[in-house]
């Protein structure tokens, strides 16, 4: 049973930081591309990073300098390390773990980050 479990999120102000992290099991998670994607109310589902397996980098125009995403293959986890947040970034934050030339694609259940002052 595969299982990604996110965690870290809360309330920050703006500028503040958080660090999410996503647990995951069930699945031999370093050949995986792991990804953190937000949705916020009335919008769609976006990407913002992702990591091969190679340990190859991806972000979102919007996050560019500010989030840093990494991964601890030892302990099957993936961090996304947030910085000078802004109100603009509250959404539920999601973990994917893909693996698309097999078409094998998991999700997380979730995790609120909302900025606020």
């Known amino acids: 049973q595969v299982q990604l479990v996110e965690s870290g999120g809360g309330l920050v102000q703006p500028g503040g930081s958080l660090r999410l992290s996503c647990a995951a099991s069930?699945?031999?998670?370093?050949?995986?591309?792991m990804g953190w994607y937000r949705q916020a109310p009335g919008k769609q589902r976006e990407l913002v990073a992702a990591i091969t397996s190679g340990g190859v980098t991806n972000y979102a125009d919007s996050v560019k300098g500010r989030f840093t995403i990494s991964r601890d293959n030892t302990k099957n986890t993936v961090y996304l390390q947030m910085t000078t947040l802004k109100p603009g970034d509250t959404a539920a934050y999601y973990c994917?773990?893909?693996?698309?030339?097999?078409?094998?694609?998991?999700w997380g259940q979730g995790t609120q980050v909302t900025v606020s002052s």
């Open positions: 994917n773990a893909g693996l698309r030339p097999l078409g094998l694609d998991y």
């Open positions: 069930g699945i031999t998670f370093i050949i995986y591309t």
